[in-house]
């Protein structure tokens, strides 16, 4: 089972409502990344926190507004979504994203997903 | 090109079959490679890493890379139902892609038949 754990598993909206989505992690990992994922495709990087910190946004709508309260959550506030923005979204945590030194076990592992429908 | 290139099938094989799924790939600065295993409507679940070339194996799964080749490789030995999903290669220049820059192949779908 993944230790990484993504609310809501489905969540239908309109084009102006407001919701999130959460995750959250027990591994201790320091890294955790939000990915959209359409239909057949593979996973597509949006965001990258590292120590809480937003270290990359991959040039990712405003309607999507990406929070790390602490080194175990993660949210994804939505807002003003279009209907191509519908899609499965994940959640994904490492150890940490340093990069500079070898460390065993340092790769990234999947939430389940949140299934987003915008109608 | 495309910086990871993988089969998306579907490939269809009988209970018992040998699979082998693979990925090509143009960028040697790759050093560490994934392969993910996803069901329908469900997250990528991690099933192997390597790092550099070499084998590794677990259970009924042996992953290979040549990197002179710039190839890898997911080997699925006496393959069972349950493990008909979508399998997904990815890549990363940096240990565990812990940059967040995993490059990922488009995915085989894979079917195996009772």
């Known amino acids: 089972d993944t230790e990484v754990t993504q609310t809501p598993k489905h969540l239908v909206m309109g084009m102006t409502n407001k919701k999130s989505l959460k995750c959250e992690q027990h591994?201790?990992?320091?890294?955790m990344y939000w990915y959209k994922q359409k239909a057949k495709k593979p996973p597509e990087l949006m965001f990258v926190y590292s120590y809480e910190k937003l270290s990359i946004n991959e040039s990712v709508p405003s309607r999507f507004s990406p929070e790390c309260p602490n080194s175990s959550l993660l949210n994804l506030h939505l807002h003003a979504l279009q209907p191509e923005d519908s899609a499965l979204y994940l959640c994904?945590?490492?150890?940490?994203?340093?990069?500079?030194?070898?460390?065993?076990?340092?790769?990234?592992?999947f939430g389940e997903g949140s299934w987003l429908t915008v109608v | 090109q495309k910086e990871v290139e993988q089969d998306p099938g579907p490939l269809s094989v009988p209970e018992g079959a040998i699979v082998s799924l693979n990925c090509t790939y143009s960028n040697s600065a790759f050093q560490y490679f994934m392969w993910y295993r996803q069901y329908s409507r469900k997250g990528p679940e991690l099933l192997m890493y390597?790092?550099?070339?070499g084998n590794k194996e677990d259970g009924r799964f042996t992953a290979q890379v040549d990197k002179s080749s710039k190839y890898i490789s997911l080997f699925i030995r006496d393959s069972q139902p349950s493990d008909s999903a979508t399998y997904l290669c990815a890549m990363s220049p940096t240990y565990g892609g812990s940059q967040g820059n995993l490059i990922f192949g488009k995915g085989t779908k894979l079917s195996v038949k009772p």
């Open positions: 390597t790092y550099s070339s």
């Open positions: 994904a945590s490492s150890q940490d994203r340093s990069g500079m030194v070898v460390q065993v076990g340092n790769t990234i592992y």
């Open positions: 591994m201790g990992h320091r890294a």
